[in-house]
């Protein structure tokens, strides 16, 4: 009997398959990628009798996949806090999801396990952004300030090295990543006996020196969009940049586009900080997705870059700033 370990390669997912782990060591097959790349069930030959675990990758996306594995006969353990969709009821599957906002997978692992892990859990809270559920989590494992904010420093690393096309653009691969982490049983042994964080801090500050160097400009009436080109390290740091012009130009709206291998963009778009409305909107517009002041477009056709600038304009346009609409 086979088993595979499904995760995500992002803080989150790695942090859960780690505690999970921990708790009950196997050997099994690992399958993840960039945290951009959720349709990962369909990677896995598994036969009947195999067993799998899946982590922090949206059910919803992996649907199809899912129920053929289930129908023949492998048994399936899903830990997620995405959006899943109706839960197919088959006695081979255990659901563990929880999506109210406050939760991330290894918070909901951390649960199963009752608390056995939980700095793991820390790492991936803030990895995952979500700063009050996880100095909750610090605060029920007595850390002091000190400590916490190196487990902080750690999920961003771990969740900055997510951020690219593939795996082929990440710093460290996340399942080297998980190999590395796997002897420590405490994220504060991790980070005092490894130089892996430093090392991603030092990656994160390169990158981010780049894009702010080398970004082609420009400005539009209500925002201002900034281009990449293509390269691994814009891939890497799109998001972060993203959250850098936005935080040093609240008034105004700002998208970074990024060339991807096949000619089309990749988006990150920012409401204006003081204004934080409309992203999700534009980007729905042209196939993406997200929320009111943060959200993103995986492809944008270049054909496209124009109608894509003057939507923006109008997106963030002080007309429409009343009304949302525009
Ligand atoms: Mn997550």
Not at 113 to 142: E, I
Not at 220 to 235: E, S, V
Not at 251 to 273: C, F, N
Request: charged share 25%.
């Amino acid at each position: 009997m086979k088993r595979f370990d499904i995760f995500n390669g992002d803080a989150d997912g790695i942090c859960a398959l780690h505690q999970l782990r921990l708790a009950e060591p196997a050997h099994t097959d690992l399958i993840t990628g960039a945290k951009h790349e959720v349709a990962l069930l369909r990677r896995a030959h598994a036969q009947p009798g195999d067993s799998v675990t899946v982590l922090d990758i949206s059910l919803d996306s992996n649907r199809d996949p899912l129920i053929a594995l289930l129908e023949r006969g492998v048994k399936i353990d899903y830990f997620d806090h995405h959006f899943p969709g109706p839960i197919p009821a088959h006695a081979l599957l255990t659901t563990h999801i929880d999506t109210s906002p406050e939760m991330c997978t290894a918070l909901i692992v951390d649960r199963h396990l009752q608390s056995r892990y939980t700095r793991w859990a820390v790492v991936a809270a803030y990895g995952d952004n979500l700063h009050p559920a996880a100095h909750r989590a610090a605060t029920a494992c007595a850390l002091n300030p000190s400590d916490e904010h190196k487990l902080r420093e750690l999920g961003e690393a771990f969740n900055y090295n997510a951020y690219g096309d593939s795996v082929v653009d990440l710093a460290v691969d996340p399942v080297e990543m998980y190999r590395a982490i796997q002897p420590y049983a405490d994220p504060l042994e991790f980070i005092a006996a490894t130089s892996i964080l430093p090392e991603l801090q030092a990656r994160r500050t390169e990158d981010l020196e780049l894009a702010v160097g080398l970004a082609v400009i420009r400005r539009l009436a209500n925002g201002t969009l900034h281009i990449l080109p293509d390269a691994a390290w814009a891939r890497r740091v799109q998001g972060e940049f993203a959250n850098l012009v936005a935080r040093r130009d609240r008034t105004r709206a700002h998208a970074v586009l990024t060339a991807r291998a096949d000619g089309r963009y990749m988006a990150s778009v920012r409401a204006p900080l003081d204004c934080p409305r409309g992203a999700d909107v534009l980007c729905r517009k042209f196939g993406g997705n997200g929320r009111v002041a943060a959200a993103g477009i995986d492809r944008l056709a270049a054909a496209r870059l124009d109608e894509f600038a003057a939507a923006f304009s109008t997106a963030f346009g002080s007309e429409s700033g009343g009304t949302g609409g525009g």
